[in-house]
């Protein structure tokens, strides 16, 4: 079985200032890609940042980064310089090839940025 | 420009009823998705379709049923064997191969049942 987990329902941040979002997830494949969505009040899902599980690098988008620890199957986002359009939902998902071959969402952070 | 399009964005269903979502996409995708989004649940799998003609079932499939005739078009009834059918529901699409595993969305329907 493939999960997703999202221990922090709600965060907030000052403006410019730094946040992190956790996310712990786990499955079986060992061929797997992780990513970060965010949900504005439109509910819109737009892709913050992918990162492949075979890839030792973090990925980085802007001001958005990883931390990926695969040992511990810990993946967080980390928002740098926050902007008021940063505030939404953000989800934490795992895609899994092979026979698991669909996507899971963890439950959601929804994140307030605070002017 | 390609996309997912649902359809209707708000949606009303009496109870006893089967209502179908519909969800086009133009993106020459193989796979497609029907997420439902409940306050503090997240996204939960109903169906999968990787090919035209076939379809498995999600974590949450009971009360749902789906098709898959055309590749650009995934429609999802929602029956009147689903108890709590008020959600909001998503859907998606990608490739089936290459690296590139990022999902595009549908902007969504609201369904409530009145």
């Known amino acids: 079985a493939q999960t997703v987990t999202q221990s922090q329902p709600e965060m907030s941040v000052q403006e410019a200032e730094t946040v992190t979002l956790s996310c712990t997830y786990d499955t079986s494949e060992s061929d797997y890609y992780l990513f970060w969505y965010k949900q504005p009040p439109s509910r819109q899902m737009i892709l913050v940042i992918r990162?492949?599980?075979?890839?030792?690098q973090n990925a980085t988008e802007n001001r958005f980064s990883v931390n990926f620890q695969k040992a511990a199957k810990s993946f967080s986002l980390k928002i740098s310089d926050s902007q008021l359009g940063d505030a939404a939902m953000y989800f934490c998902?795992?895609?899994?090839?092979?026979?698991?071959?669909?996507?899971?969402f963890g439950t959601g952070t929804l994140l307030a940025v605070q002017p | 420009d390609g996309g997912i399009t649902q359809s209707p964005k708000y949606l009303f269903r009496k109870e006893g009823q089967n209502v179908t979502l519909s969800c086009e996409q133009n993106?020459?995708?193989?796979?497609m998705y029907w997420y439902r989004q409940d306050p503090g649940q997240g996204l939960r799998l109903i169906y999968y379709?990787?090919?035209?003609?076939?379809?498995q079932k999600g974590d949450i499939a009971e009360g749902y049923s789906v098709s898959r005739e055309k590749k650009e078009s995934f429609p999802l009834t929602v029956t009147s064997a689903q108890k709590n059918p008020t959600a909001f529901y998503l859907c998606a699409s990608r490739m089936r191969t290459g690296s590139n595993y990022g999902y595009t969305f549908g902007s969504g329907t609201r369904l409530t049942v009145v």
């Open positions: 998902a795992c895609y899994g090839g092979g026979a698991t071959n669909k996507l899971i």
């Open positions: 993106l020459n995708h193989d796979a």
């Open positions: 990162q492949e599980a075979y890839k030792q």
């Open positions: 379709s990787q090919i035209v003609n076939d379809f």
